[in-house]
């Protein structure tokens, strides 16, 4: 995460993390193009389609607030949010079934609540709860009158 003195926070994914999605997409793509070689079927074609666009949403994955609003880009869906459709900003579950997790939810001003999916940390990691109150008062702190 970083933030800078003009009300700007950035979340994303570690370096590392990233970098482990690009090497995994490489390795288990040379086996889809290896087996396209030998003959071609329609289905490693869908599976290398796939592939490449989980790992590109995954290398993706972040939060970015600043003076034109909130940008989340989720696993499956980009979205902009003006200032004023938030309401706060808190820690929950996590979604897409992921056990025991948690991760930083936005409360939108129509009653829905969105996950920020850059956030989610398994139950597991002891630096996790560290981390979630981290992002979470950086955005509460953007999020505070006169900060934008």
């Not at 950035?10 to 793509?29: D, E, G, H, K, M």
């Not at 972040?62 to 309401?87: F, K, P, Q, W, Y």
């Not at 969105?114 to 950086?138: C, I, Q, Y």
């Amino acid at each position: 995460m970083t933030g800078n003195g003009a009300g700007r926070v950035v979340i994303r994914q570690p370096l590392v993390l990233r970098f482990y999605v690009v090497a995994f997409f490489i390795f288990w793509s040379s086996f889809l193009v290896r087996f396209l070689l030998d003959a071609f079927c329609p289905i490693p074609v869908l599976m290398l389609a796939f592939g490449v666009t989980v790992a590109y949403r995954t290398v993706h994955l972040g939060v970015t607030a600043d003076e034109r609003g909130l940008l989340v880009r989720n696993t499956a869906r980009t979205r902009r949010l003006e200032r004023s459709e938030i309401e706060d900003f808190r820690i929950g579950d996590a979604p897409m079934g992921i056990g025991r997790g948690q991760a930083v939810h936005v409360l939108l001003g129509n009653g829905s609540v969105m996950a920020l999916d850059v956030t989610m940390r398994p139950w597991l990691l002891r630096r996790g709860r560290a981390k979630l109150e981290g992002h979470l008062a950086a955005l509460r702190s953007w999020l505070a009158p006169g900060n934008g």
